[in-house]
């Protein structure tokens, strides 16, 4: 059946993916209601104007919730993932957010993310939908993995980074500059340095999932952090 504003009888399958609307053998759609007041992710992720925004890393978060609603597999591959366009939310207002998936002949399925006003939306059943996001999702290939110790790296160490000290690179510093981040993206801890190498300390495991049920499988907030630190690592090497 199409998808429509249906999602108000519908049940999410997931916070940010929203309700499955559209189901079919080829291709799957879903539809939520993005909104300040009621989302965390976007109440706590804003501009130093105040204005709520989408971080990138949720879309990670998506295309793996889309992923196993569609296969069962926890485990996925995202490649070629391409942010688009901001998805702003203002407060007060809301966004309809439409996630499409279409299976491809090699067995993987793109994804794309869309927004709409929900007023126009109602009132002419056609409305503007700004693109934010695409990718594709696939099934994990399994490979070996390299073994990196985590003592090790840390007896190498000399030195450790964290927030507030005023170092060269301050990750939590310069973020600060354009964003304002609510205590649960707080999850970076500090960053131990190394000659040629590092490693970062962040929030258990345990601790997200106390804080946030929906996330005992990916515990994507982090790669917010991980983003910014591996950026952090390579001026501190560098």
């Known amino acids: 059946r199409p998808a429509t504003d249906a999602t108000a009888n519908a049940t999410p399958v997931h916070p940010l993916l929203g309700a499955r609307v559209e189901s079919s053998a080829d ?76 299976r491809q002949s090699d067995g993987s399925w793109t994804f794309e993310t869309k927004s709409a006003d929900p007023n126009e939306l109602a009132r002419s059943g056609d409305p503007e939908w700004i693109e934010h996001a695409r990718g594709i999702v696939a099934p994990l290939a399994k490979a070996a993995l390299g073994s990196h110790p985590i003592h090790k790296v840390r007896g190498r160490s000399g030195r450790v980074v964290t927030p507030g000290t005023g170092s060269a690179y301050d990750v939590w510093t310069k973020q600060g500059r354009h964003m304002r981040f609510g ?27 106390k804080a946030n049920p929906f996330q005992q499988y990916s515990h994507w907030r982090n790669y917010d952090r991980r983003d910014h630190t591996i950026q952090a690592l390579h001026e501190l090497l560098t």
């Open 183 to 209: 205590p649960r993206w707080q999850t970076l801890q500090a960053i131990h340095v190394a000659v040629t190498d590092g490693i970062a300390k962040g929030m258990s495991v345990e601790d997200i999932v």
């Open 27 to 102: 291709r799957r759609v879903y539809q939520a209601d993005y909104r300040a007041e009621t989302s965390w992710v976007l109440n706590e992720h804003r501009l130093h104007s105040g204005l709520a925004i989408v971080p990138g890393t949720a879309y990670i978060e998506i295309a793996r919730a889309a992923w196993k609603d569609l296969s069962g597999d926890t485990r996925v591959e995202i490649g070629d993932l391409v942010f688009l366009s901001p998805l702003e939310v203002a407060d007060g207002a809301s966004r309809v957010v439409r996630h499409t998936l279409q």
